[in-house]
């Protein structure tokens, strides 16, 4: 099979320098009895960066381009192996495309394939294309989970070494739930800033509810909710005003606070402490951790047989991507 393999793999090879003379197409590797092509590989490279800059800027998105460059070909020769040994087992998945797609127009009240094509299109997406990858995806993940996944077994003393070994991560840290009464300084003069401040500090003293005043006096969009600020893990707030409530008791308020052109005043509502998860909570995020790092360690070695016995001929190893 690996000489047969090879004998394609150098037709394939005399076809890329044939084409490269005619500047028709470039191909960037050869796999088995598949190519990938430089069109294709940047095709690819371009729609993995505009999924980075939507989610990732400055020093980490040049961090992740770089490692795009460094890994995508590898991936794209994995992607392409896993197919080829997808098909080969006859592995079908027509049907849970038709039932994903099925889903997708429900969850977006869309009523035919041609309400879909359309959604589709004004994403920039063609529909053919959509399909073809999804069709993709689950044939990369059904033989990974036919001939990796479902070998793995994980016994319950596993779960609870991990649980024992690794407790740091299930440490829930302290929660502020807080209310908030805010002052801008924008176009304010400074006696104008200390009025607004004395008079909630008066209506506070006299008894009226924090919440009532925050209505009634705070600036900030948390006046449309009686200044409820909502619940916040110890190192989500701010340094200054988590300095500010961190030693309040339940009910405690805090002195007036100046952080970035603007005052102020927190109530602490509720407060849950410190705990380390019971591991009932966390058991299953356990399993699945553990799953994960077996199947992606099990992964490796199927990849490193599959690729073994297959032809693999890189002919650009860098190829350009502009």
């Given at each position: 099979?690996k000489?047969a393999?090879?004998?394609i793999?150098?037709?394939?090879?005399?076809?890329?320098?044939?084409?490269?003379?005619d500047l028709?197409?470039?191909?960037?590797?050869?796999?088995?009895?598949?190519?990938?092509?430089?069109?294709?590989?940047?095709?690819?490279?371009?729609?993995?960066?505009?999924?980075l800059?939507s989610?990732?800027?400055?020093e980490?998105?040049?961090?992740?381009?770089e490692?795009l460059?460094?890994n995508?070909?590898?991936?794209?020769?994995?992607?392409?192996?896993?197919?080829?040994?997808a098909?080969?087992?006859?592995l079908?998945?027509?049907?849970?495309?038709?039932m994903t797609?099925?889903n997708?127009?429900?969850?977006?009240n869309?009523?035919?394939?041609?309400?879909?094509?359309?959604?589709?299109?004004?994403?920039?997406?063609?529909?053919?294309?959509?399909?073809?990858?999804?069709?993709?995806?689950?044939?990369?993940?059904?033989?990974?989970?036919?001939?990796v996944?479902?070998?793995?077994?994980?016994?319950?003393p596993?779960?609870?070494?991990?649980?024992k070994?690794?407790?740091?991560?299930?440490i829930?840290?302290?929660?502020?739930?807080l209310?908030?009464?805010?002052?801008?300084?924008?176009?304010?003069?400074?006696?104008e800033?200390?009025?607004?401040?004395?008079q909630?500090?008066?209506?506070?003293?006299?008894?009226?509810?924090?919440?009532?005043?925050?209505?009634?006096?705070?600036?900030?969009?948390?006046k449309?909710?009686?200044?409820?600020?909502?619940?916040?893990?110890?190192?989500?707030?701010?340094?200054?005003?988590?300095?500010?409530?961190?030693?309040?008791?339940?009910g405690?308020?805090?002195?007036?606070?100046?952080?970035?052109?603007?005052?102020?005043?927190?109530k602490?509502?509720?407060?849950?402490?410190?705990?380390?998860?019971?591991?009932q909570?966390?058991?299953?995020?356990?399993e699945?951790k553990?799953?994960?790092?077996?199947?992606q360690?099990?992964?490796?070695?199927?990849?490193?047989?599959?690729r073994?016995?297959s032809?693999?001929?890189?002919?650009i190893?860098?190829?350009?991507?502009?």
């Amino acid at each position: 099979m690996k000489r047969a393999n090879k004998f394609i793999g150098l037709f394939f090879i005399l076809a890329a320098s044939l084409l490269a003379q005619d500047l028709v197409e470039a191909i960037v590797a050869v796999v088995n009895d598949d190519i990938i092509t430089l069109s294709e590989y940047k095709q690819e490279y371009n729609s993995r960066m505009r999924m980075l800059r939507s989610q990732l800027q400055g020093e980490e998105l040049s961090k992740q381009q770089e490692m795009l460059k460094d890994n995508l070909l590898e991936a794209l020769i994995t992607d392409r192996l896993l197919l080829q040994e997808a098909r080969k087992l006859g592995l079908n998945v027509t049907e849970q495309v038709r039932m994903t797609l099925e889903n997708i127009k429900r969850e977006n009240n869309l009523k035919s394939d041609e309400e879909l094509k359309r959604a589709l299109a004004q994403q920039g997406l063609l529909y053919e294309d959509f399909v073809a990858q999804m069709e993709q995806n689950m044939l990369k993940q059904n033989i990974i989970f036919s001939e990796v996944g479902r070998k793995i077994a994980i016994a319950d003393p596993d779960i609870v070494s991990y649980y024992k070994a690794h407790q740091e991560e299930f440490i829930e840290p302290i929660e502020y739930t807080l209310k908030m009464i805010y002052i801008s300084q924008e176009r304010k003069s400074p006696e104008e800033i200390e009025s607004k401040k004395a008079q909630a500090d008066q209506k506070l003293a006299a008894g009226e509810d924090f919440g009532k005043v925050a209505a009634e006096l705070s600036e900030g969009p948390e006046k449309d909710s009686q200044g409820d600020l909502g619940s916040y893990k110890k190192g989500e707030l701010q340094e200054d005003l988590e300095q500010a409530v961190v030693d309040l008791e339940v009910g405690g308020v805090t002195p007036w606070i100046n952080v970035q052109g603007a005052w102020s005043k927190l109530k602490l509502v509720g407060k849950k402490d410190r705990r380390l998860k019971e591991f009932q909570e966390v058991r299953k995020e356990i399993e699945e951790k553990i799953f994960e790092e077996r199947q992606q360690e099990e992964l490796k070695k199927y990849m490193a047989r599959i690729r073994d016995k297959s032809y693999v001929k890189i002919l650009i190893s860098n190829p350009p991507i502009d």
